[in-house]
């Protein structure tokens, strides 16, 4: 039997290429994701992946998800909490709603994510969480006090928790991405974007096949020792 493999975000971006890597390398997938149908069913059509909609910000949804996505496929073994948004701002013109939706989507969603999985793999004796974190989140981001705060506090949830799953089988990692081209980057305007990847040594954007490869390589059996670990794929924009 092959393991099972959770993704939220998964049918879009960076979540898709996690998906369909891991599928690649023999695992059963489930792609979650909050919204966009057109996009899930076309990606279900052409990868062959089951995709499950919900939104990770809300606890309840996540909870009634996981139980069909574990009815359906079985337990799950490997959770990818990479679903993320953005709601960029200067601070001085962010609102409320824009803290509360990106600090409920990209922090209190990892939580939603793992907290009702975390039982069933203490139980099983393994386990593998990969928080998809952000380079924005280890050195802040103009505009993005929100995600930035989000993203950091990501990083700080994996270390606590790596530390309560050790014993159990269960490892927890973060990956910083840095600037990735997809949708979300490809939002940021052009002007702008233009002067980031100015600051980027290898020159130019990241791929989401780069990020893929680093999930895979924390999923699977062997990467035990691998624990409570930041992995930065940034293309050397920022070194820690
Ligand atoms: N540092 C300092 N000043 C900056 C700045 C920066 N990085 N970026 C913008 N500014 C300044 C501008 O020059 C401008 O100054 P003036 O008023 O003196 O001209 C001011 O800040 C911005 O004013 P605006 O009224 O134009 O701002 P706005 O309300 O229209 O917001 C913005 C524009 C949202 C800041 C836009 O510039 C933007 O999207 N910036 C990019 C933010 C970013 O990098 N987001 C990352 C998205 S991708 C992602 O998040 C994925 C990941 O994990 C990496």
């Known amino acids: 039997m092959s393991r099972v493999a959770l993704v939220t975000g998964g049918s879009r971006g960076i979540g898709a290429a996690i998906s369909m890597a891991l599928k690649e390398a023999g695992y059963t997938v489930a792609a979650n994701y909050a919204g966009n149908d057109e996009a899930a069913a076309k990606f279900t059509a052409e990868t062959g992946i089951k995709t499950y909609k919900w939104s990770v910000a809300d606890y309840d949804a996540c909870a009634a998800g996981i139980a069909q996505v574990e009815a359906d496929l079985g337990p799950v073994d490997v959770l990818v909490n990479n679903a993320g948004i953005t709601r960029d701002a200067p601070f001085h013109k ?42 924005n989140g280890q050195k802040g981001q103009f505009a993005q006090a929100n995600y930035s705060a989000a993203k950091a506090g990501d990083i700080g949830f994996t270390k606590a928790l790596a530390q309560e799953g050790a014993r159990a089988g269960i490892t927890v990692n973060a990956i910083c991405p840095g600037y990735i081209a997809t949708e979300m980057v490809m939002a940021v305007p052009e002007k702008v974007r233009e002067s980031i990847i100015a600051t980027i040594p290898v020159g130019r954007l990241g791929d989401v096949t780069d990020i893929a490869r680093c999930v895979v390589f924390l999923a699977a059996d062997s990467a035990g020792f691998i624990t409570g670990a930041t992995i930065t794929a940034n293309g050397g924009q920022y070194m820690t």
Do not use: A, C, Y
């Open 94 to 135: 962010m609102t409320r709603e824009q803290w509360d939706q990106v600090i409920g989507t990209n922090l209190n969603g990892i939580f939603n994510m793992t907290h009702p999985l975390w039982n069933g793999m203490r139980d099983r004796k393994f386990g593998r969480i990969i928080n998809i974190s952000s380079i």
